[in-house]
């Protein structure tokens, strides 16, 4: 069995190097970058399978260089925050981060939530076609097409991160019923999921500035307070 590559990007050296032994351990193969240049570089040489970004580095930040690489690439990305750095954490799943954790934090729960990062892109988007072969789902000017991973707006071709891929899917599929934070966590995140419900949060703003036309009164995507939320459906769908 190959193992899994994991590229650590810190510019701790102390840090580095005992985090990669450890991951060593656990069974991982790891590639380290002290910075964001080497760091964009190392993906594009070392294809990994996951990155740990620290968002403090040296040059280029952490959250740049996640902007950087969500540019090309969908490889899973867990940040690495100090701890009560919330605004880190915020900013990291906005530019497209799967995760977070926050230093100091134990090998255990690292190595947790990076199988379980991984196991949800092995298992993104695998579901069952609708019985009439239609691989595309519409509401109004809004088409996912399911087979291509793309979004259109208005005819015009959008950019989604696999995770508002699948979020907006999902959404979209019970459009018309409340979907409730518990059912999003746990068929879009999964159980094992180990972050909170603020993730959820990020990724519909997120969405809502790509799908609707005043993402700050929105009308597709609609908060329903103190459940969660419901995409509306249009009357033609």
């Known amino acids: 069995m190959i193992p899994t590559r994991v590229l650590v990007i810190d510019d701790e050296p ?9 991951l060593k351990r656990e069974g991982f193969e790891v590639d380290t970058a002290d910075d964001g240049v080497s760091a964009l570089s190392a993906i594009a040489r ?23 690489i969500r540019k090309t690439s969908t490889v899973p990305i867990i940040m690495v925050t100090a ?17 977070y954790v926050t230093k100091p934090y134990r090998l255990r ?13 092995s298992n993104e988007f695998v579901r ?8 595309k789902l519409v509401q109004g000017d809004v088409t996912l097409d399911l087979e ?3 979004l259109r707006v208005k005819e015009k071709l ?37 972050g909170d419900t603020k ?26 307070r103190g459940l969660g939320y419901r995409y509306e459906k249009t009357k033609s769908s």
């Open 46 to 68: 070392k294809l990994p399978d996951l990155v740990l970004l620290d968002v403090m580095l040296p040059g280029i930040s952490g959250v740049d260089v996640c902007r950087e």
């Open 14 to 22: 102390s840090f580095t190097e005992a985090l990669s032994l450890s």
């Open 199 to 224: 993730t959820i949060d990020v990724h519909i703003k997120r969405l809502r500035t790509k799908i609707e036309s005043n993402p700050a009164e929105p009308t597709k995507i609609t908060t329903i």
């Open 83 to 99: 701890r009560g750095e919330e605004i880190d954490a915020v900013v990291a799943l906005e530019v497209g981060a799967d995760d």
């Open 148 to 150: 291509r991973h793309e």
């Open 128 to 135: 069952e076609p609708p019985s009439n072969n239609d691989q």
């Open 158 to 194: 959008v950019t989604l991160a696999l995770k508002e891929f699948e979020l907006l899917t999902f959404l979209i599929e019970n459009a018309g019923r409340v979907v409730t934070r518990d059912s999003l966590m746990e068929n879009v995140w999964g159980y094992d999921y180990f």
């Open 109 to 121: 729960e690292l190595v947790a939530r990076m199988r379980a990062v991984l196991r949800r892109s």
